[in-house]
Each structure stands twice: as structure tokens, then as C-alpha cells.
T-cell receptor, first 114, second 112 residues
Framework: DAKTTQPTSMDCAEGRAANLPCNHS???????VYWYRQIHSQGPQYIIH???NNETNEMASLIITEDRKSSTLILPHATLRDTAVYYC???????????????FGQGTTLQVKP | DVKVTQSSRYLVKRTGEKVFLECVQD?????MFWYRQDPGLGLRLIYF???????EKGDIPEGYSVSREKKERFSLILESASTNQTSMYLC???????????FGPGTRLTVL
């Protein structure tokens, strides 16, 4: 799986959009970009994933650059409950690892402030 | 709504005790996983299961065993708990052929 780089921490004002960047310059053509988050003392939560096109669901939007070397997760109207560690992962959808295990890096700690 | 539940949120056990952690998913997923999460070490895979009665060792299986008698239930067993098994234990499931894993709330186990 390709390596990702994320900022260690970010702050965002409540009600504003939170834009979380991720660099994955070694991503290969069949690797998807996945985002998970983990609120303190809870299990990780799947947010969104994409391959080439931008994606949107009820939680967030994912913007992937044309060269696919970076992406941005957007929480359009951040709330205090969005305070969490956000993980960006790239994975081969057909399973480069036959275990399917997820490897989380350090992620970005997002602090949403009132 | 997808749901993965774990039997306990917090558990305190003594060294040498046998410990059972249970995980149940209601999504009819074939694959299930047990991870542990420790500060600075991230998620580490203990065991996973492709389907009922099928299991494979992950990266750190020593001191653990698993059981998958029914599709919806995946149990993690600590045969003789030790203090270095104090950790957050996370169960996850996914549908075969997809890569999205759904996690339970976690069990924080303390071994004294």
C-alpha cells in the first residue's frame, strides 16, 4: 500500500468547513483513497473513499487531484462532534495484502472549536 | 445502518485469567478482524477470518486465539492474560470483495 502524509494537527471553527489534506505521491493506478476517523475512545469510523473522481456522501466530500498524488477531505460544516483523528489510507481494492488489514498512520488530529 | 457490537466497553482482568472478547455484526459480512491499538503503535492485526470456521493469523497472534462458529460472531480469546495485553481491542467486519471495514466501539482491557 502506498504511503500517505498528513499534517499532525489542525483546528477548525465550529460551523466552518474543515479541509484535511493528504499526500500520496506514490499511489498506483488501482489504489483507492480511503478516509476513516476515530473519535476519542471509540472505534474507527469509515467516512468515504474514491479512486479518481470526486466523491460526496452524507458525511463528507473527497476531492482527488487529477494526478491523484494528493486529496482533501472536506467536512462542510464542522461541529464539535467532528473532533477526532482523521486517517487517510490508500489501498489496492483487490487486496495487495491478502489479509485486508488496515494500516493507519498517525493521522490528523482535528480540533473543532466553538 | 451497519452495526458491529462488542461484548464489553471496559474490562479488568487479572494475570493468568482466560479472557473472552466477543464481536457480533449484523451485516452478513464474510470477513471479520481483530486488532489491538496501542499509543504510538497504531492498529495491529491479531487474527482475521474469511468465513465461518476459517481463520488466519495476523501480525501479532501470539497469546491469542479466535473462534468463528457462526457468521455473525467472531470471538477473541486470551488463553492466559498478561499485563502486556492491556490494550484497546477493536473488532471489524467487511463484505468479501470490498475494502470498507466497519468497526465496533472497542473494548479497553486492563490486565492487572
Amino acid at each position: 500500500d502506498a504511503k500517505t502524509t498528513q499534517p499532525t494537527s489542525m483546528d477548525c471553527a465550529e460551523g466552518r468547513a474543515a479541509n484535511l489534506p493528504c499526500n500520496h505521491s506514490t499511489i498506483s493506478g488501482n489504489e483507492y483513497v480511503y478516509w476513516y476517523r476515530q473519535i476519542h475512545s471509540q472505534g474507527p469510523q469509515y467516512i468515504i473513499h474514491g479512486l479518481k473522481n470526486n466523491e460526496t456522501n452524507e458525511m463528507a466530500s473527497l476531492i482527488i487531484t487529477e494526478d491523484r498524488k494528493s486529496s482533501t477531505l472536506i467536512l462542510p460544516h464542522a461541529t464539535l462532534r467532528d473532533t477526532a483523528v482523521y486517517y487517510c489510507i490508500v489501498r489496492d481494492s483487490h487486496g495487495s495484502s491478502n489479509t485486508g488489514k488496515l494500516i493507519f498512520g498517525q493521522g490528523t488530529t482535528l480540533q473543532v472549536k466553538p | 445502518d451497519v452495526k458491529v457490537t462488542q461484548s464489553s466497553r471496559y474490562l479488568v482482568k487479572r494475570t493468568g485469567e482466560k479472557v473472552f472478547l466477543e464481536c457480533v455484526q449484523d451485516m452478513d459480512h464474510e470477513n471479520m478482524f481483530w486488532y489491538r491499538q496501542d499509543p504510538g503503535l497504531g492498529l495491529r492485526l491479531i487474527y482475521f477470518s474469511y468465513d465461518v470456521k476459517m481463520k488466519e493469523k495476523g501480525d501479532i497472534p501470539e497469546g491469542y486465539s479466535v473462534s468463528r462458529e457462526k457468521k455473525e460472531r467472531f470471538s477473541l480469546i486470551l488463553e492466559s492474560a498478561s499485563t502486556n495485553q492491556t490494550s484497546m481491542y477493536l473488532c471489524a467486519s467487511r463484505s468479501q470483495g470490498t475494502d470498507t471495514q466497519y468497526f465496533g466501539p472497542g473494548t479497553r482491557l486492563t490486565v492487572l
